[in-house]
C-alpha cells in the first residue's frame, strides 16, 4: 500500500515531533480536529496505532518513530528540492534542532546565535538534556556529545574539540580544611565524584583517592560542579567554566583527563544544505575554543 495522503503524513510527523495534538494544529495551520482525522485515518490506512494517547499528550509507538524518521527526512528532502526549483541554492532556512549536554551550552549557545545572524529564516531548537536523543527517529538534526565514541549505526561521527578538566577547590573550602599540597595529603581531604565514573578524570579519582574521601557523589555533571562551588570537597571541572570564577585549582589539567566532543547527524541528513551548513559553522567556532 502506498501513502496516497502526504498531508495525514505530515501531520503525524508533526505530532511524533511535537507530542501534543495543539502544537501540531498550530504548526500546520489546521484545526486540531483535522489533526486527530488525519491521524484515525493514517492509522486505519496502515492498519496499525502510531501513537499512545495520554493525558500529557502523544508518544509515538515504534511504527510511529519508523514513521517520522521517514517523514523527517522527506521533508527536509522536499525543502531541499523547492530550494532549488525556486533558485535559492544557497538559502538555509526551516527548523534547525542541536542537541548537547546542558553544560555544553556556553559553547554552543553562541555558536547558534551566529548562525542565526548569518542565515535568519533559520529557526533554531536547542535542546540540552543529559539524555541521548535519537537521531534516527528525526528528534534532532545535530547532536554534540562528550565522551567515548558514539556507536548507533547509520549515524555520521566526527571530532570537535578535545574538553579539558582541573582538579579545584572553592574557597569556602579552602577556608573550611585548608588545601593540599600534593597528592600524598588527599587521605586529609574530602572529594566530590561521579556515582558511577565513566570519565577519565573520575576514574583517575576513584583509582588514585580513597573511596571513603569521596564523601559526596552524585549522576549528574551539574550537580557535582555545582557541589565544589559550594565547599562540598575537592573535584573536578571544565577548565571553560571554572575561568574567571574564584576557585582555586589544585591540580593542573593533564591530557589523560580530557573528554572528546563529538558531533553527530543521521545519515539521512547529514548531506542537507542545513546541516552542512551548520556544521562548517560550528567547526568553524571550535576553533577558537582554546579555553576548554
Do not use: C
Not at 56 to 77: I, K, S
Not at 122 to 130: A, F, H
Not at 152 to 180: C, F, I, T
Not at 239 to 249: F, N, S
Amino acid at each position: 500500500m502506498g501513502f496516497d495522503n502526504w498531508d495525514e503524513v505530515r501531520t503525524a510527523y508533526q505530532v511524533a515531533r511535537l507530542g501534543t495534538v495543539s502544537g501540531a494544529a498550530d504548526v500546520l495551520g489546521v484545526h486540531h480536529a483535522t489533526v486527530i482525522r488525519h491521524i484515525d485515518a493514517l492509522e486505519k490506512r496502515l492498519g496499525a496505532r502510531l501513537f499512545q494517547r495520554h493525558a500529557r499528550g502523544y508518544t509515538a509507538t515504534e511504527a510511529g518513530r519508523d514513521l517520522l524518521l521517514v517523514a523527517q527526512t522527506t521533508e527536509e528532502q522536499f525543502a531541499q528540492l523547492a530550494s532549488r526549483i525556486k533558485g535559492n541554492g544557497e538559502t538555509v532556512a526551516g527548523e534547525l534542532v542541536v542537541t548537547s549536554l546542558p553544560g555544553f551550552s556556553p559553547l554552543v549557545t553562541p555558536v547558534l546565535t551566529s548562525f542565526q545572524e548569518r542565515h535568519p529564516a533559520v529557526i533554531v531548537r536547542y535542546l540540552t538534556d543529559m539524555r541521548l536523543f535519537r537521531l534516527e527517529y528525526g528528534e534532532a538534526h545535530v547532536a554534540i556529545r562528550a565522551g567515548s565514541t558514539p556507536e548507533e549505526p547509520d549515524n555520521v561521527v566526527q571530532p570537535l574539540a578535545r574538553m579539558r578538566h582541573a582538579l579545584y577547590a572553592s574557597r569556602a573550602y579552602a577556608a573550611a580544611h585548608g588545601l593540599p599540597s600534593g597528592p600524598e595529603e588527599f587521605l586529609h581531604h574530602r572529594f566530590v565524584g561521579a556515582d558511577v565514573p565513566r570519565a577519565p578524570h573520575h576514574r583517575w579519582l576513584r583509582d588514585e583517592v580513597a573511596p571513603d574521601r569521596i564523601t559526596f557523589r552524585g549522576t549528574e555533571a551539574a550537580a557535582l560542579e555545582d557541589a565544589v562551588r559550594e565547599g562540598a570537597g575537592l573535584g573536578f571541572l571544565p577548565v571553560m567554566q571554572a575561568a574567571g570564577t574564584d576557585l582555586i585549582e589544585i591540580l593542573p589539567p593533564r591530557p589523560e583527563w580530557e573528554a572528546p566532543i563529538w558531533i553527530v547527524t543521521h545519515v539521512d541528513l547529514h548531506r542537507t544544505m542545513k546541516v552542512q551548513n551548520f556544521l562548517a559553522h560550528l567547526k568553524e567556532a571550535a576553533r577558537s575554543w582554546t579555553d576548554i
